[in-house]
Structure formats: C-alpha cells, structure tokens
C-alpha cells in the first residue's frame, strides 16, 4: 500500500509539525493517516519474515514520539525518517549467526521489493552504547526497519530503553538521564551506598563495549574453526614458493641442510 501523500507533501507535513505548537489539526489528521498506512505497509513486512520462518515484534513510531523525533533532529525531512515503521528479531547466537541472517534477509527483500536493501550496521558505529545491524526495505518505495539484533545485544538494549522510560528518552540518544545525581532505585555499591543514575548509565555504555568485544572474538574464532587448513603438501609449497613433487625428497635434503646447520652452530 503506497503512502497517502507524496515526499515533498510528507516533509512539507513534517517541517510544519517540528515548528509549530502545538500542530494544526489538519496536520495531526494528515499524519494520522501516514501513520495508518505504515502499519498496513509493516503488516506485509511482518508477513514476509513469517515466511521464511522468523518471529519478530513490530511498531510504528506513535505520533508523540515521531513528532519528538522532528523537533529533536532539526532539518530531518519527515520522508526519510527509516525508522517511522521497524520490526525486530533476536537470533540465537552471536556475531556470526548475525551476519548470516543479515545476508539471508538482503537476498529475500531484495526479491520481493525489487529495491536493493540498505545496511545500517551499528556494530562498526554504534550509538551511545547501542549495537545491531539494522536492514532498510523498501515495500512499495516505503522505508521500513528491521532491527536484528544478538541476544546480548537485545537484553542491553532491553534495559535501556526500561531507564529511558522512567529517566528521560534523551537517555537512548547519549544525554544524561533526569536528574542524574540522584540515587539509582534498587541500586547500591558494595557498602550500601547509593548509585547515581548517570553512573549506572555510564556503567551501561561501558559493558556495551565489553559485550561487542566479547561477541567479535567469538566471530573470530568460529570462522578460524570452520575455515579449513590446506593440505601440508600446499603449506610446504606455499612456504617454498614452489611446487613440492615428492615429499619425501623434499623432506631428506632438508633434513641434511638442518643438520649441517646445527653442526656449524654447535662450534
């Protein structure tokens, strides 16, 4: 389903919505009804990862939040917001299972949409803490989200966005949480004393760290497990730089040239 409006009526929408509070009316009814198509448009994006056996949660921005989001990223063209309509999914496994999702899902939407898919992989650039790799479809030229992310990667993100609720979403976009000297509920150090809010927001973003350092070694060593070592014949020729023929041979007149190498070291 294409959307009710055109681009440039889009971010005509959008710059007159970041502007003016509170919005016309007629604004609030027209993105409503953007709001409306998205959530058909993401219907059929949920149904194609049903398809190829993948569960995944899904949402469209409320109305509050995008139009917090307008206000927050000033010049941001309503059209291009990628993340207005996103679905998510968790794969078991870390880094590697990740990849191999990410390349699964590229080749099926590239098909169905006929658009090449974009990827946003916050791994490499991560935001204030925040990893996944997120794809970009295009469903009837309409951009949709769809986060994939680790299980790690998902129970951080879990936790941050629960603090962002109760401290001020500008938490998830790398600010200080609401009154951040304050004692953190529920949270103490060894000795009973209290944690501040922004000291557990900083711990978070360093763990964030330390789990992506974890889960790209992993990646590491499973491909150094699966890779293969070549035959010793193609080492040795290799180390040579050129073709062994017998072994054997090889392996004798080395030999000799060792020994009498270890004999002139010797004296």
């Known amino acids: 389903m294409p959307l009710p409006s055109s681009k440039k009526q889009l971010n005509k929408l959008g ?24 959530q058909e448009i993401l219907v059929t994006v949920e149904e194609q990862l049903s398809l190829i056996g993948l569960s995944s949660t899904s949402r469209v921005k409320t109305r509050s939040v995008l139009i917090e989001k307008l206000r927050r990223e000033k010049g941001m063209a309503l059209a291009r917001v990628q993340d207005l309509a996103g679905a998510r999914t968790v ?17 099926h939407f590239n098909r169905w949409t006929g658009v090449p898919t974009k990827v946003v992989d916050r791994r490499i650039i991560p935001s204030h803490g925040y990893r996944a790799v ?53 949270v103490i150090h060894r000795d009973g004393s209290p944690v501040s809010r922004q000291r557990v927001i900083d711990d978070l973003r360093r763990v964030a760290g330390q789990i992506a350092g974890i889960e790209q070694a992993e990646r590491e060593i499973e491909s150094m497990v699966n890779t293969p070592l070549p035959p010793l014949e193609g080492r040795i020729a290799n180390s040579l730089g050129r073709e062994i023929k017998d072994l054997d041979a090889d392996a004798a007149r080395f030999y000799l040239r060792l020994r009498v190498t270890f004999k002139r070291a010797v004296n």
């Open 91 to 107: 794969v078991e496994g870390g880094w590697t299972k990740q990849d191999e999702l990410v390349e699964l899902l590229k080749a």
């Open 134 to 186: 997120h794809l970009i479809v295009f469903p009837d030229g309409v951009p949709v989200e769809i986060q994939i992310r680790t299980q790690m990667q998902n129970f951080w993100a879990q936790i941050v966005e629960g603090l962002a609720d109760r401290w001020g979403r500008g938490v998830r976009y790398g600010e200080s949480p609401q009154n951040g000297h304050l004692p953190a509920e529920g």
């Open 15 to 38: 710059d007159r919505i970041a502007v003016n509070e509170p919005p016309a009316k007629e604004d609030l009814q027209q993105l409503n009804a953007v709001l409306r198509a998205y």
